[in-house]
């Protein structure tokens, strides 16, 4: 490694425009320059799959706007995907799916970031891309208008998103007379009057490469990358830029609440408080401290209100947020009744007081230090992922402040930790906004891995799959429960997501508290749900079967083997916590009713399965959820999570014969529940229109317009999934980027074992209801009874393959998927097999399963919202 890094650094004095960084013998760190035209380059290798992901930080967003022009930097980030002086739109965004890429791009408050994410041996043309839109974008005028509807969709589905409401209410008061305050999505006001003049003025002052930075991760050579970075980016020359608003640091003198009402059922409290700026020497104590007090199982926060039997609060989290000019130390909350605030308050301000009597311990720092390094592995697996994440530190503090950011934190003590939190916490002076329900009127509411894979069957019935490579350091396993919705009771439904809740607060052995402490000691992250607060997280959820996704580091396999077990096999299911997680699901089903989208999709598959196990809804209702005891969760444990009924799927790089023999002797014993399951029936087919609506008073309408399809292993199924790739880039293509009628608009196929689905949707305007649904079935038409394009085709098989990658780059997803086809009847290495069985599919496929499937006359629509 020292003689090659020696050559580097020799290429690089001969490079004209490049100043050497200093030499570094770790090869995880990134190598960073300066071009001769002031853009900074970050170079970080990442051998682990044959992708490279390209990211280019703009310092351009709300930050740098006024309140004239708020929402302007967002607007620019959609306008430059829509033509260059050499290339349309099309060219753009089909180009780089041609290519099995990604192509995307997102605006914060102080950055644009666009992001390319390509094979290897692609990426030259992707940055020819990138550098095209940063700095020859033409905004045709047909495209501004068409963009200008898109965004003022995309701000009337966040007015719809209570989430977003609470965190522009909080910057609005905790960061008002700086531009922090200013949303970034900007106002529907000032996105319809920007003139095409203004967005160029914009666009000329901070589109500069010495106004941008370019990060690259991936499977590349350094010497290489350079020279496409110069050939591609140091040729455009430099500009002056504007002297940026001076920011001042705005201390917090007294405590101030402030209140605001919107449609909601919870509250919502957010406290801030003065914290150390990232450079001072208080900031890696006071990070450590944020973290701790963030632990579910040891934050005495936590545990004073959300512990017990009459918890204060439903959920708890601490951040702290870092800007360049300043640092703040953020409380979110969310309680079910706006009474209890006040005692909210008054219990953080006591908790606060006493933390120099009950700080964290040695044994706690190294288990937030272990959590913190091991996450790091996990988001480097994901090459765009990782400078996302990254993006706001990399911008505001540099990423030499990033590359000693872990270790800094080691050298943080007991003793440092105490010290920083009598120094600004013991006598706290915070700024909190509530957000109230509304009161009622009267009161005033391509590549095959090279990878080993052994499959076999324990005495028990367990199913276990190993995915042997060397690629990484990260040990991932899946468990998957078969036939969830089928398996769950007449009148219990949600039984299984509320276990999977609450297999995480115990178990004989362990403690909550224990548990967690275990699983931070080893780093390791276990995900039982999907996400419900970041929008279309549902990817994992399905009637179909349930999952447990468990990552740690090789390093840590038999410690996490044993934790996974210990869960798995002797849950506690505290009476308590079951409670707590009703009350938690109860809470998100009725937010979930709230919202179109989710909303919709329920609709659509009740009306397409009916009584079939499909339709159930997967959370259950208030009224089943609440009939469930904790005998009904035991005796559903025995069974649904009995060796017979999980498949366990692992990818490592740890030797198969040595996984298998823990896998053996933590699960080996594992005694049968003797079930016996007949099988899930096929759906009955469609024979007339059925039509569900359910009126909503929301900004949105949203649409599912679908029906059935085949099993995964009919000879239709690959056909199916190149004609479904065509019809969603229509969609998209004609729907929302011509017409402007969407945010959010595609299709989508999904494969059991003797049948599937298909669903188009949409969420538009309820002016645009008449037009967006016969949009969809214009294009349902035109895929049915016209051939498709020679490079339709092409870039749809090129997408499955980017798709496929992209969603099998970190070791878990490896395991996810490897189970779930396997459960499908398709077989673990069905993704191995799928691009050859996609490569032969034709145009002429494409219409025939077109015009099998795809019936027009007799469908599913589920309509969600005003019409």
């Known amino acids: 490694m020292k003689r090659r890094m020696m050559l580097l650094i020799s290429l690089f004095l001969f490079l004209p425009g490049f100043f050497p960084p200093p030499v570094s013998s770790d090869e995880n760190r990134a190598l960073n320059f300066t071009l001769s035209n002031g853009m900074k380059v970050i170079l970080k290798e990442n051998h682990a799959n044959p992708m490279i992901a390209s990211l280019v930080y703009v310092n351009a967003g709300s930050k740098y706007e006024t309140d004239y022009n708020n929402g302007i930097t967002h607007l620019l980030e959609h306008l430059l995907f829509d033509g260059t002086k050499r290339r349309t739109r099309e060219q753009i965004t089909e180009g780089i799916k041609s290519k099995g890429g990604y192509i995307n791009a997102f605006t914060s408050k102080e950055l644009t970031c666009y992001i390319v994410l390509l094979p290897s041996e692609f990426i030259e043309y992707g940055m020819d891309i990138q550098s095209d839109m940063l700095f020859h974008s033409i905004f045709p005028d047909s495209e501004l208008a068409k963009e200008r509807k898109v965004v003022i969709e995309e701000i009337k589905k966040d007015q719809d998103n ?37 967005i160029k003025d914009y666009y000329s002052t901070y589109y500069k490469p010495n106004n941008m930075i370019a990060m690259l991760i991936g499977d590349f050579e350094p010497e290489k990358m350079l020279e496409l970075l ?37 509250a919502y409290l957010s406290l801030s408080f003065e914290a150390p700026h990232f450079t001072d020497p208080d900031f890696f104590p006071f990070d450590i401290l944020t973290h701790y007090l963030n632990s579910e199982e040891i934050s005495p926060i936590y545990k004073a209100i959300l512990k017990g039997e009459n918890p204060l609060a439903l959920e708890f989290s601490a951040d702290l947020e870092i800007k360049k000019e300043f640092s703040r130390l ?64 990399i911008v505001n503090c540099g990423i030499e402040f990033l590359e000693s950011y872990l270790d800094q934190l080691e050298l943080v003590t007991p003793k440092s930790v105490r010290r920083v939190a009598e120094k600004y916490l013991s006598e706290p002076t915070y700024l909190a906004t509530v957000v109230v329900p509304k009161k009622p009127k009267e009161e005033k ?30 040990l991932g396993i899946n468990i998957l429960g078969k036939n969830r919705s089928a398996f769950e009771p007449e009148g219990k439904t949600g039984i299984t997501d509320l276990l999977n809740r609450v297999l995480l607060k115990g178990t004989e052995q362990r403690s909550g508290e224990k ?111 609440a009939s469930l005891t904790r005998d009904d969760l035991v005796e559903f444990h025995l069974k649904f999570y009995s060796p017979e009924n999980m ?109 599937g689905w298909y669903a188009a949707s949409i969420g538009t305007s309820p002016k645009n209801y008449d037009q967006a649904l016969s949009g969809i079935f214009n294009e349902l038409k035109q895929i049915k009874n016209t051939l498709a394009k020679e490079e339709e085709l092409e870039k749809a098989k090129n997408s499955i393959w980017g798709n496929l990658l992209f969603y099998r780059l970190t070791r878990i997803n490896q395991a996810f998927w490897m189970g ?11 993704d191995q097999n799928l691009i050859d069985m996609i490569q032969p599919v034709t145009r002429e496929d494409v219409k025939r399963v077109a015009g099998k499937y795809l019936d027009t006359k007799n469908y599913v629509l589920a309509v969600v919202g005003k019409k």
């Not at 007081?353 to 190294?366: A, G």
């Not at 779930?820 to 069905?830: L, R, T």
């Open 445 to 474: 509411q391509k590549e095959k891995s090279k990878s080993h894979y052994h499959k076999e069957i324990l005495k028990n019935g367990l199913t276990v799959i190993i995915k042997e490579n060397p690629y990484s350091e990260v």
């Open 330 to 393: 953020n409380f979110h909350l969310t309680t079910d009744s706006p009474e209890k605030v006040q005692k909210i308050l008054k219990t953080i301000e006591d908790c606060l007081k006493k933390l120099d009597e009950n700080t964290p311990t040695q044994e706690d720092l190294d288990r937030i230090v272990t959590s913190k390094k091991t996450k790091e592995y996990y988001i480097e697996e994901k090459l765009h992922h990782y400078p996302m994440y990254k993006a706001s530190m």
């Open 515 to 625: 548990l967690v402490q275990d699983k931070e000691r080893i780093g390791a992250e276990i995900t039982l749900v999907d996400n419900p607060y970041i929008p279309y997280d549902d990817l994992y959820t399905t009637p179909r079967f349930s999952f447990i996704k468990f990552q740690t580091i090789d390093e840590f396999a038999e410690q996490g083997i044993e934790l996974l077990a210990d869960m798995i096999r002797n849950p506690a299911l505290p009476e308590q916590q079951i409670e707590n997680s009703k009350m938690e699901m109860i809470g998100l089903i009725k937010r979930e009713e709230g919202n179109t989208y989710k909303s919709a999709k329920k609709l659509f598959y009740s009306e397409l399965f009916g009584d079939h196990p499909y339709g159930k809804n997967i959370m259950g209702t208030p009224q089943t959820l």
């Open 230 to 266: 110069e050939i591609y980016f140091g040729e455009i020359p430099p500009r002056p830029l504007p002297e940026p608003d001076k920011i001042e640091s705005f201390p917090l003198v007294e405590k101030r609440i402030r209140y605001k009402e919107e449609k909601t059922d919870n």
């Open 820 to 830: 779930v086809n396997e459960f499908s009847g398709a077989g673990y290495d069905y």
């Open 647 to 755: 498949i366990m799927t692992i990818a490592t790089s740890i030797d198969t014969e040595e996984i298998l023999d823990l896998i053996k002797q933590y699960f080996g014993d594992m005694p049968k529940a003797g079930i016996t399951f007949s099988g899930i029936p096929v759906p009955e087919q469609i024979t007339a229109p059925k039509k569900s609506e359910k009126p909503m008073e929301k900004e949105q309408v949203y649409i599912y317009l679908g029906g059935l399809l085949p099993g995964i292993n009919d000879t239709d199924a690959p056909a199916l999934k190149v004609m479904n790739s065509i019809l969603s880039s229509r969609l998209g293509q004609n729907l929302r980027e011509k017409m402007g009628l969407a945010y959010s608009v595609g299709s989508g196929v999904s494969f059991d074992r003797d049948f």
């Open 162 to 198: 209570i989430s977003y409401q609470v965190e522009k209410f909080f910057d609005s008061q905790v960061y008002r007379g700086t531009p922090y305050a200013r949303p970034v999505i900007g106002y529907q006001n000032i996105i319809a009057t920007l003139s095409k003049e203004q």
